[in-house]
């Protein structure tokens, strides 16, 4: 198994995910309406509940931050590069135009192929 949260900024590089993230992922991502917009918080929200992600902090405001953080450094980001995502980055709510965050994804039609191809190679 590869730790994809090796991708992610330094102070969660610590973090472990669980061997079928990969998996849960996939069929996450297949999921989705092609190209519609996405709320990404919404998306990574449900990709937790998925996949049993948990950071043990007591601050579960600040935990949730985390873990929608490693989503966008371990699956969105990866994939905006293979340009099978497109993404919407928009001033953030407190630190304003400074600082941007990921609000939306949406998956194309050619990303959504070769994410259909890829689990039809998974689960030959």
Do not use: C, M
């Not at 198994?1 to 472990?16: C, F, G, K, M, T």
């Not at 989503?71 to 928009?90: A, K, M």
């Amino acid at each position: 198994d590869v730790n994809w949260a090796i991708a992610a900024p330094r102070y969660i590089q610590h973090a472990q995910l669980p061997s079928f993230f990969t998996l849960i992922t996939l069929q996450h991502l297949l999921e989705l309406p092609v190209d519609e917009d996405i709320d990404f918080k919404t998306f990574a929200d449900s990709l937790i509940k998925k996949s049993s992600l948990v950071w043990s902090i007591e601050n579960q405001k600040t935990a949730r931050i985390i873990l929608h953080s490693l989503i966008e450094n371990t699956v969105i980001i990866p994939q905006l590069e293979f340009g099978i995502l497109e993404t919407i980055y928009q001033p953030h709510e407190k630190y304003g135009k400074s600082h941007t965050q990921l609000t939306h994804i949406k998956i194309n039609k050619f990303g959504h192929g070769l994410l259909k191809t890829l689990q039809e190679i998974v689960f030959l």
